[in-house]
């Protein structure tokens, strides 16, 4: 199975240094039929319903991302073709113009075989740049809204990611760097199935939960432009990067005298704070390291999840346990009630927000949020299409 955590594995994302309502009217779906079969492989019949309650003209949409039979970053272009960017695409004040607007009526998209990202813009472009790697070969700068250098920063856009290939495709909504354009997607093939919808009035409940806790509060950019995850909040300087201190002093308090067991596909370990302050498992688990606020909130550092089938499973389930402050109540790991996620004061708020807001408590507030089936995230073997909704504010 392909999981976020796996899904761009093939993105390089480059980026930089790394709410606006119309007269609401009767949403016009775009249709992207099968454009170009013969040049790129696996087409997939792709529809854009903006709901957004802007004007259809005010949207942009753009496809990036990496080429699978080379390995290099590309782009949808509006008849469905995989083109490689190129620094002379810089032609819009040293920026490309990749976008693909809405509006004209006849837009037809198509999905070939990539992994990347839709991004959706409203009301102005985004600005991509087209780089050079390391290793001599195209890339691309992708907007990074927690920058406030960014040239994106001010633009009201957000994203769904994907992988297509001949396996299947596998798509999320993302909410895990940052929450700006509610979006809904459907996926129909051996059967229909459907995620990340709001509740009505939702976009603007994330906004006041985040708004009421004066920790998260500072998250929230300019006048509800977006809110940030915590994680770039830290490396921003809007948020404590000792704020999970206090919680993973009490785990590793409890954890000292008392057993954690962990079930994974692979077997139950167990684990115990050893004498060198690391929670050390049986079963040939890498030993964990008392993680920091940031690890917590980025799943990283402390608690990297290797792609081994072993450690990485563990660690995951520790991300999500971390997050969603289950590990005091609970010796046994992964919790799978939603109901006993975020109740200890300190916990991810921003992603606790995120999911009561959403019509099936599915989210992606942080990278392991997967663990237990609680992310925004659907898969097919046998895709026949797929559609994005712009939905209400």
Known sequence: MIDRRSLLGGLSLAAVGVPLLGAAGCARPVRADLASATTSPGALPVTI????????????????????????????????????????????????????????????????????????????????KAVVDGAGRSALQYPAGWVPSDPNYEVLHDSVEFT??????????????????????????????????????????????????PDYSPLVVGDRLRVIAPGHGIDGGLFSETFYDSY???????????????????????????????????????????????????CDGALAAPNDGLTGPVAAILGAAFNRSTLLDAADQPTSDPAAFYRHPVTNAYSRALHENTEDGRAYGFAFDDVGDFASYIQDHAPTSFAVTLTPF
């Open 49 to 128: 319903t903006n709901n957004s309650g802007r004007p259809d003209s005010a949207v942009r949409v753009y496809i990036v991302g990496t080429d699978p039979s080379t390995g290099e970053q590309a782009r949808v272009a509006p008849d469905g073709t995989l083109v490689p960017v190129r620094e002379a695409d810089n032609v819009d004040d040293g920026f490309t113009d990749y976008s693909i607007p809405l509006g004209d009526g006849g837009t037809e998209l198509s999905l070939p075989f990539m992994s990347g990202r839709i991004y959706f813009a409203l009301d102005a472009r985004l600005r991509f």
């Open 248 to 298: 993973v002093d009490q785990v590793w308090e409890r954890y000292t005298a008392a057993d954690l067991r962990v079930t994974t596909n692979a077997g139950t370990f167990t684990g115990r704070v050893d004498g060198s302050g690391r929670l050390a498992f049986d079963g040939g688990v890498a030993p964990v390291a008392r993680p920091s606020t940031r690890d917590v909130f980025f």
């Open 164 to 213: 297509h290939d001949d396996s299947g495709m596998y798509c999320n909504t993302s909410m895990v760097d940052q929450f700006s354009v509610p979006l809904a997607i459907r996926l129909t093939g051996e059967r229909e199935q459907a995620t990340g919808a709001l509740k009505e009035g939702g976009r603007a409940a994330v906004f006041d939960a985040v708004e009421a806790d």
